[in-house]
C-alpha cells in the first residue's frame, strides 16, 4: 500500500465471502519529461575523458556503464565476457584510459581476465564491479592490482567517481 501510494496511485479492493478478494492496484501513466539534475547531484559526478573498456557478462548492465560513461564524457568499447575483453584491449590498449571488468563471468573470470589484461600492459587500470561484497576474492584481485572495486548496482555519480579515481591512480 505504501508503495503504491508513494507511487501516487490508489488500491481498490473488492472482496466476497466464500469467492475471494481481488485487488486493483492503479498507477498513473508515465510521462516521459526530461528530468531536472539536482545541483548537488551534478556536482558529485566525475567528468572525464578517454577511451574505457567496459567487459561485464549482463547487456543491461553493460549498457548502464556505457550510457553513464557518455554522460560524463567518455568514449567506451564493450565486451560481453573476459574472452572478447582480451581480444579488444590487445588490439586498442594504448588508447584505453580504464577497464571496467566484471568480477563473475563465463568462459574466463574476471580475475584471469584482468591477468591478461595485465600481460599485455602491466600498468592497465582495471576498475573491478560485482553484485558481491567486498570479500575475499576482491581482496584477491586488489592485491593483484585492480585499482578499485564498485558494488552493483551503481549509480551515475559512484561509477563517474569510481572510474575518475581509477584513471587518477
Known amino acids: 500500500y505504501n508503495i503504491v501510494k508513494k507511487h501516487r496511485g490508489f488500491v481498490d479492493v473488492y ?16 510521462q516521459a519529461v526530461e528530468e531536472e ?13 578517454g577511451l574505457i ?5 549482463e547487456k543491461i548492465m553493460q549498457h548502464m556503464a556505457e550510457e553513464i560513461l557518455k554522460e560524463v564524457g567518455y568514449t567506451t568499447l564493450c565486451a560481453s565476457d573476459g574472452e572478447v575483453g582480451v581480444e579488444l584491449f590487445t588490439s586498442r590498449f594504448n588508447d584505453i584510459s580504464a577497464v571496467v571488468l566484471d568480477m563473475s563471468m563465463p568462459k574466463i573470470s574476471g580475475k584471469d581476465t584482468f591477468i591478461r589484461l595485465r600481460e599485455i600492459d602491466p600498468t592497465v587500470k582495471v576498475l573491478l564491479v560485482s553484485g ?6 576482491v581482496t584477491e584481485m586488489m592485491d593483484l592490482g585492480v585499482r578499485g ?12 567517481t569510481a572510474v575518475w579515481e581509477t584513471i587518477q591512480k
Open 15 to 30: 472482496s466476497e465471502t466464500g469467492n475471494g478478494t481481488i485487488f486493483n492496484l492503479y498507477f498513473p501513466a508515465y
Open 37 to 49: 539534475r539536482d545541483i548537488k547531484e551534478v556536482k558529485s559526478m566525475k567528468f572525464g575523458e
Open 53 to 57: 573498456l567496459v567487459i561485464d557478462d
Open 132 to 137: 558481491f561484497k567486498h570479500g575475499t576474492q
Open 149 to 160: 572495486f564498485l558494488q552493483k548496482p551503481y549509480t551515475v555519480e559512484s561509477l563517474s
